[in-house]
């Protein structure tokens, strides 16, 4: 039964474009990823997932594409990807890759053919519409940036439906041509080697306005036709969605765990930044429990920041704004009415105690981790940059000119690395932190081969244990016998911690450190946890 690789992975996400450039152009390349790919063994890592590397005009970050069978000529060939992905596996580690079928872009050469001619193939790959609905300008994903979600084309002589900007025009999923379109790139892909896909944008590819009037299982349905592709092609392959809805509606994207293999944490995220601005428990405790339970092949995929903005649109407006007023003071760190674009350092003001609190919540939270790059070593952000490019700046490798990314003249990089500031790539890289054993990445690493180690995060049942203080996140895990019991103090001022055990326990062992505690038969645990403080204990009898 323990043995589904997804549901105890440590997945780590990167663009291969910011990565490693290998020849000098300025934009990392999937050569540049093998030859990193050591470093990612060495961290612990056992999967990685890429962001689209596909052929794409790149107006946002690839997330328009142009060819579905196809690798991005700037970043490499097909052939550069399977070495990587071949290299990947030697070193055990599996690869995902993004799948982005709610769109294209719109020099897809399907879009182009649909809106030339209306008896084209193609027309019905996307959704027309004579009149603009009225609905058509609430709604838009990235306000501020995007007017409205259909968008009159001269040429087809018709409005267009795009969830997201308007050159990514929405596919047609109602429509069996487009399925057959999905399964096949689906197909290609894992004949090529990878392991699954992240879904992205699950709730709007399968909102489409022509299932509004239908069963609204309809739509979910699809996503098990979906999952029945994969499976039947790949019977270990998984998918990964994105799907940031309320607690009640993700129970549909597990189904009876037929559908999505992993969901995205994302309410949990949410709830975690409130517990730290706080300096509280409570609002990852009321999270975690009114996350729906999930069927026992699925699992929650946890993590910190992704490459979009930190959303806290789950969040009611008072506890948004508190977020914002700590993390976010100034205009420029906001994006879209609510989110925030920097990453996690900066935003916690460098504070390496709370940094290291946030990532053990992470590791041990219900679920499996997913790091992303630059996060092991505490990168920060760029807010000179555009939009969500902010939290997107090259990896940082050394202190070499452009933090050893590329050897390209600075003109040329596809963005600069961050180089003042206590983020500098100067401060902080690899290279130094490899050589410090006390280093951030030490830590992380350290985290990553322990959390392995506990498959009780990952299958164990776990229970919410009243610590005596509501500052402290206590945790118990079993998992056949064996326990693990986790606290995270949130607030700044060491607390007086005191756990009921039970009988039958009478020898706790840091799983972090040397501490080991002998405990009197029958009495409670007591501990004083210092402000940012974290343990992760084994019960031993
Ligand atoms: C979700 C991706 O995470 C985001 O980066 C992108 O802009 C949208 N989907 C549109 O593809
Ligand atoms: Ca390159």
């Known amino acids: 039964m323990y043995d589904r690789w997804y549901q105890n992975a440590v997945i780590y996400c990167l663009d291969v474009e910011t990565f490693q450039d290998s020849n000098g152009d300025g934009i990392g390349d999937f050569a540049g990823l093998t030859s990193r790919l050591d470093y990612l063994a060495g961290l612990g890592i056992t999967c990685i997932w890429l962001l689209p590397f596909y052929p794409s005009p790149n107006r946002d970050n690839g997330y328009d594409i142009t060819d579905y069978y196809a690798v991005d000529p700037r970043l490499g060939s097909l052939g550069d990807f399977v070495e990587f992905t071949r290299h990947a596996h030697e070193r055990g580690m599996r690869v995902l890759i993004d799948l982005v079928v709610n769109h294209t872009s719109d020099q897809h050469p399907w879009f182009q053919a649909a809106r030339c001619d209306p008896r084209s193939r193609y027309r019905d790959y996307y959704i027309w519409s004579a009149d603009k609905p009225p609905d058509a300008d ?12 259909w968008t009159w084309d001269a040429q087809a002589g018709a409005y267009y439906h795009h969830r997201f900007y308007e050159h990514q025009p929405d596919l047609n999923i109602a429509n069996p041509a487009v399925r057959a379109e999905i399964n096949k790139i689906v197909g290609f892909w894992l004949q090529l080697g990878v392991s699954g896909f992240r879904v992205d944008a699950a709730p709007f590819l399968i909102d489409i306005p022509s299932f509004q009037h239908g069963d ?12 029945e592709t994969l499976s039947w092609r790949r019977g270990d392959a998984i998918l990964l969605a994105e799907a940031n809805v309320d607690p009640q509606t993700l129970r549909q994207y ?3 765990g037929d559908r999505m293999h992993l969901l995205f944490n994302f309410y949990l995220n949410q709830h975690l930044f409130l517990a730290l601005v706080r300096e509280q428990a ?3 405790i009321e999270s975690l429990r009114a996350l729906p339970p999930i069927p026992p092949p699925c699992q ?5 920041r992704n490459h979009d903005e930190l959303t806290l649109d789950r969040l009611t407006p008072q506890e948004r704004q508190e977020i914002l007023d700590a993390f976010a003071p100034e205009p420029n760190m906001r994006i879209y009415g609510r989110g925030i674009r920097r990453r996690l350092p900066p935003m916690l003001t460098g504070d390496r105690r709370r940094m290291v609190l946030t990532y053990s919540l992470m590791f041990t939270l219900p679920g499996i981790p997913v790091l992303r790059y630059g996060e092991e070593i505490s990168m920060g952000d760029d807010l000179s940059l555009r939009e969500r490019e902010s939290v997107r700046t090259p990896m940082q490798w050394n202190d070499q000119p452009h933090a050893g990314f590329s050897s390209a003249p600075g003109e040329d990089l596809i963005y600069p690395p961050i180089d003042h500031g206590p983020f500098s790539y100067q401060r902080v890289n690899v290279a130094h932190q490899q050589r410090d054993p006390t280093s951030f990445l030490n830590t992380m690493e350290r985290m990553i081969r322990t959390r392995k180690e506990c498959p009780e995060f990952a299958w164990g049942t776990w229970q919410i244990m009243d610590p005596g203080t509501a500052q402290v996140l206590a945790l118990r895990y ?4 064996r326990t693990v019991v986790t606290l995270h ?3 700044r001022t060491a607390q007086r911690v005191r756990l009921a055990l039970g009988s039958g326990a009478p020898r706790l062992i840091d799983l972090l450190s040397a501490r080991q505690h002998e405990l009197p038969e029958g009495t409670p645990y007591e501990l004083e946890l210092e402000g940012y403080g974290y343990r992760w204990l084994r019960l031993v009898s």
């Open 138 to 149: 609430q709604q838009v994903v990235f306000p501020g940036v995007q007017q409205s979600t």
């Open 216 to 227: 609204a299982q309809d739509r979910y349905q699809y996503l098990r036709a979906l999952r």
């Open 254 to 256: 597990f189904g009876d």
């Open 282 to 284: 409570q609002p990852l």
């Open 300 to 304: 929650w995929a946890n993590f910190v």
């Open 478 to 481: 079993e998992l056949e016998g």
């Open 489 to 491: 103090n949130l607030g």
